[in-house]
């Protein structure tokens, strides 16, 4: 069996190093306090559970190092993995702490700019330098792109339409017809069914048409029927969003 | 190659039968060899329309339950020699109708036929789902008032995507209207749709407009196809349907009120 293995090894190219680049969050630390770190370590994590959740990471001690504090690499990282994050590095780090790293199979990279072999010789000199502090991770919601349906037949009645992001509809929806959508619904032709947009609650959504003539419309559950639609609205292009929790009928001017 | 028809509409009582019997004669006259079946299994009236109701001896469930061959089943038409009818069962419900066996009872029609009309029933269940679900073209019979409409539509959104063409994604069935039991003089009154109305609704190709006649009543009680009946209003307009389908450019007629228009013409009050 270990001579196929070599014979194929021969043959064929089983494996390759390539060069990429990734974008990785870094830590950078300012204080040796163990728990002010835990404790806003965490504040931050709860923030985004979800985008820190099994994050790659890499401790950056240049700032902590040249302020003086003598960090525990071991303490350091039992800290960090402790509140999910994946270390997968160092960087700005002494002769002793890149050793401490490297004992737990953590890479030591170099410091922008820099050796890390000289950087505690230069400590002082160092100091001018106006190391990069990376953006807070703000805890915005990740976007994900839905994309845009679109219809181009008529949709008769009884027939129902569901976008999970903007509905656009090329011909005329029939009464009794239903088109729903998460996001905006555009009619280019007679709307005669129901709309509705925004279900999932989004009450910017809107809905535009050529020609209203709806059986009901609805943003994020807001909703008006035949009934209540006026004449001054009937019969021709209109938008239709939410304000203040009312549906607020305009011409498309 | 063969084209399956199917007559629809969703709403009863609009003229389905009456329609499929003369498109049927129509395209037999004019030399195409045509075939029509009654998928209206329990409620069987075509034979009637078709004059043939004294002949039926084996019907379409029987050849879908393979107790009778096609050619035992089909009834050749008494006016016409390349016009088949095929009965439905009076004595069973739709469930009698299987998707696959309706599918080889048109394979093997489509190898004799040019043209195979299927006279749908009301409704939009079974029966009326297998009459539409291998059709190539498909003739909405309407009339002009706002349920007929509705429910024209509802068959439009079934045809678009429950019939075999939507389902395997091939070019969908050609749609056309047929406005039937029109009066002019009823729309002039506000009384009745127009033809614009209802494409306004519809969107859809018009393929004719049937007036309102006492001709498609006597044709029934004879039994004998509306189309034959040269003379009246409603059998010319089933011709110039016929012709439209088979391509020729046919100016509409029966669409404006003609008294109306010889009144204004002579200064008539």
């Known amino acids: ?26 830590l950078m630390l300012t204080t040796d306090d163990f728990k002010l770190l835990e404790q806003q370590l965490t504040q931050k994590i709860k923030q985004a559970p979800e985008f820190f959740k099994n994050s790659p990471l890499v401790i950056d001690l240049q700032e902590v190092n040249r302020q003086g504090y003598l960090i525990d690499v071991v303490a350091l990282v039992g800290l960090i993995r402790k509140s999910g994050l994946l270390i997968v590095g160092i960087r700005g780090g002494n002769v002793a702490q890149n050793k401490q790293s490297l004992e737990l199979g953590i890479p030591v990279y170099m410091a922008p700019g820099r050796d890390s072999e000289t950087e505690t010789k230069n400590q002082i000199k160092t ?28 949709v008769r009645s009884g027939q129902r339409i569901y976008a999970a992001g903007d509905l656009v509809i090329m011909a005329q929806v029939s009464a009794g017809a239903e088109i729903i959508a998460e996001g905006n619904i555009h009619v280019y032709s007679t709307l005669r069914g129901r709309a509705l947009a925004g279900v999932q609650g989004d009450i910017e959504a809107r809905i535009f048409c050529f020609d209203l003539q ?40 | 190659m063969a084209r399956v028809i199917v007559v629809t509409s969703g709403k009863g009582g609009v003229g389905k039968t009456t329609t499929s019997a003369a498109i049927a004669m129509g395209l037999a006259k004019r030399g195409h060899k045509t075939a029509v079946i009654d998928f209206d299994v329990g409620l069987r009236n075509l034979d009637l329309i078709m004059g043939c109701e004294r002949r039926v001896v084996y019907d379409f469930v029987n050849v879908i339950n393979e107790e009778a061959t096609l050619n035992q089943a089909l009834i050749r038409d008494k006016n016409c020699n390349l016009l088949y009818i095929l009965p439905a069962s009076q004595t069973r419900d739709k469930d009698a109708l299987t998707q696959e066996g309706v599918g080889r009872v048109l394979e093997e029609l489509k190898k004799d036929f040019k043209y195979i009309v299927c006279d749908s029933p009301a409704g939009i269940e079974k029966g009326a ?38 389902e ?12 039937t039991r029109y009066a002019p003089e009823r729309v002039k009154l506000g009384e009745m749709l127009s033809v614009d109305d209802v494409q306004d609704i519809l969107s859809l190709h018009l393929l004719g407009v049937i007036p309102e006649s006492k001709s498609v009543l006597n044709a029934s009680n004879s039994g004998t196809p509306v189309i034959l009946d040269e003379k009246s209003d409603a059998g010319q ?6 012709a439209r389908y088979l391509g020729e450019d046919v100016p509409h007629r029966f669409i404006d009120d003609k008294k109306g228009f010889f009144r204004n013409l002579f200064g008539g009050k």
């Open chain 1, 1 to 26: 069996m270990s001579q196929d293995l070599k014979k194929i090894a021969k043959s064929t190219v089983a494996l390759e190093f390539k060069t990429s680049t990734f974008s990785v969050p870094v």
């Open chain 1, 127 to 154: 100091s001018i330098e106006t190391s990069p502090i990376p953006a807070p991770v703000k805890p915005e919601k990740i976007e994900v792109t839905v994309p845009t349906t679109i219809i181009t037949q008529p």
């Open chain 1, 214 to 253: 709806a059986e009901l419309i609805s943003i994020a559950g807001n909703y008006k029927v035949s009934e209540d639609l006026s004449a001054a609205v009937r019969n021709k292009p209109v938008q239709i969003y939410l304000q203040d929790k009312s549906l607020i009928i305009k011409d498309i001017v």
């Open chain 2, 129 to 166: 789902h297998l009459a539409m679900y291998f059709a190539d073209d498909a003739f909405v019979v309407t009339n002009p008032e706002v349920s007929s409409v509705r429910d024209s539509d509802r068959m439009l959104g079934l045809l678009s995507s429950k019939s075999r063409r939507a």
């Open chain 2, 168 to 179: 395997q994604s091939e070019e969908p069935i050609n749609e056309y209207l047929l406005l």
């Open chain 2, 237 to 242: 307009a089933y011709a110039d349907i016929v």
